[in-house]
């Protein structure tokens, strides 16, 4: 059975870093697609970052360049660190994964759709 714990989030300032933190569990992350997503109230839910089995990662371009997506194989988590947090950065925070071929998926929609294991969420807020 798949479990998927995220942790880290909280409440900062603008400007301020964060690292969330995704445990797994019957699940192998270094062999898997792995995606951070986010949603915030009323909007759609948006990947925001991810890493493929070769350690290719790509980004939104809301948060590129502020935002670093990695994973420690020996701890077999995903983290997701956040700096220069933005109040537009204000959601919940996910982590999923799926098989590596579903990072293959060019469609950022479709690619969503795939993802068969979710965690159930961190929440990050970002005051002015």
């Known amino acids: 059975q798949v479990r998927m714990v995220e942790s880290g989030g909280g409440s900062v300032q603008a400007g301020g870093s964060l690292r969330l933190s995704c445990g797994v569990s019957?699940?192998?992350?270094?062999?898997?697609?792995m995606a951070w997503f986010r949603q915030a109230p009323g909007k759609e839910r948006e990947e925001v970052a991810l890493?493929?089995?070769?350690?290719?990662?790509t980004y939104a371009d809301s948060v590129k360049g502020r935002v670093t997506i990695s994973r420690d194989n020996a701890k077999n988590t995903l983290y997701l660190q956040m700096n220069s947090l933005k109040p537009e950065d204000t959601a919940k925070y996910y982590c999923?994964?799926?098989?590596?071929?579903?990072?293959?998926?060019?469609?950022?929609?479709?690619?969503?759709?795939?993802?068969?294991?979710w965690g159930a969420g961190t929440q990050v807020t970002v005051s002015s």
């Open positions: 890493i493929d089995t070769a350690g290719l990662t």
């Open positions: 999923a994964a799926d098989s590596m071929w579903v990072c293959q998926t060019t469609n950022r929609d479709l690619r969503a759709r795939r993802f068969g294991h």
């Open positions: 019957g699940y192998t992350v270094s062999d898997s697609c």
